[in-house]
């Protein structure tokens, strides 16, 4: 049988096909443990995840849906752009909106951020920082549960490739999610990063 690619894999689980074990490009966590008792069998995710790709002046945002037996369902996607001559507080203020809107509309079960790993000074971090925050503060609020994952895993579970390229991110998403529209960067890393929480979540 010829090898599957990471996104023909995803695929065939997403709709309830049975993926070969030998299938080398298959991440960890797409393979059950041999031995029974060492891990728990992981239980595939079923709800609507929001996804944030967070950035002081361009937070993505991206609703996924996702069942038992078919592709995710990308529901709603947007970029908070807010203009650099605005201040900090306002563009936190827009973030906390944006935010709040997508879980006013969306019966939302958990949300997923991507970290930040590596900024080239102090100022960037601390911007980066706050829009995180301003991001999460809003889950918070609602009680909602925040997961956070590196880029790399982001990539590695989405692209199978931990060095993808943002073009490269953005047709898997594309291809995963069955979307005929291009999407901008910043809803396409949101939305990789609420696949890469369903793809890797043990319930």
Known sequence: MARMNVREMWKAKLEGKTVPASTSHAPAVARQPAVAGMLPARTAFHGLVLGIDPSLRGTGLAVLEFAPGRRPVLLRCRTVQVAAKRP???????????????????????????????VQNFQTAQILGAARGAAIATAALRGLPVFEYPPLRVKQAVVGAGRASKEQMARTVMALLGHGRALAFDEADAAGVALCHAFTWRG
């Open 88 to 118: 900090m507080a306002e563009a936190l203020a827009e973030i906390h909106r944006g935010v709040e809107s997508f879980l006013a509309d969306f019966a939302v079960r958990h949300v997923a951020l991507e970290q930040t790993i590596y």
